[in-house]
């Protein structure tokens, strides 16, 4: 779902590289294409619904879960082919697109609510803008825990990144991501859930 590397693959597919993934550029727009739309869906709703209730932010993970949990479905019951990479592309099978756009709509969706709670500084998609900000703090090292909590959540952020990469890497060994999106989906769902019993604070982030 990143971005950046999307972009960097359509412009390659029109100078017609690289030769031995001719289609990586369909998918590669698919997925811009809909992480745009999933954006502006999910920040126009939850305008709409009042950004900060409680049940929108539920109503919004609980979407993003179903995105997920509806592609692994898809994976699951074969409907999907698991080869349907380049090769379902090059013979037509335009299905592979249809997971791919969930995954990238509901990306969107999960990119809006890092802006709606005020946590710019934590990444939703990639890690790149994290990396930057860390090594231009100038309290990385010197200030305390307490006195630097955007730097402890970039930290932190990496760190989690990083586990559920090594996580992912041991659920796909076999080539299938099915697994991955099981579970990806069924957090989001969990956290859909919490956020209807989450208390409001004083400062910071107030929900209604």
Known sequence: MMKPGNTIYAGLGVAGLPADQPYRWIK???????????????????????????GTLAASFTLQALCCLVS????????????????GLARGDYIVLLPLGMLAFQAGGQTVISRVLGYNELPSVVLTSTYCDLAMDEKLITAAPSENVKRNRRIVSVIMFFA?????????KDGDLTKSLWVAGSIKAVIAVVWMFWKSKDEGVRLE
Do not use: H, K
């Open 72 to 87: 692994a479905a898809l994976t699951q019951t074969g409907v999907v082919p698991l080869d349907a990479g380049n090769e």
């Open 164 to 172: 559920a990469a090594v996580a992912g890497g041991f659920l796909t």
């Open 28 to 54: 590669s727009l698919t997925s811009i294409a809909c992480y745009i739309i999933g954006c502006a869906f999910f920040s126009r709703v939850q305008r709409w619904m009042q950004p900060l209730r409680r």
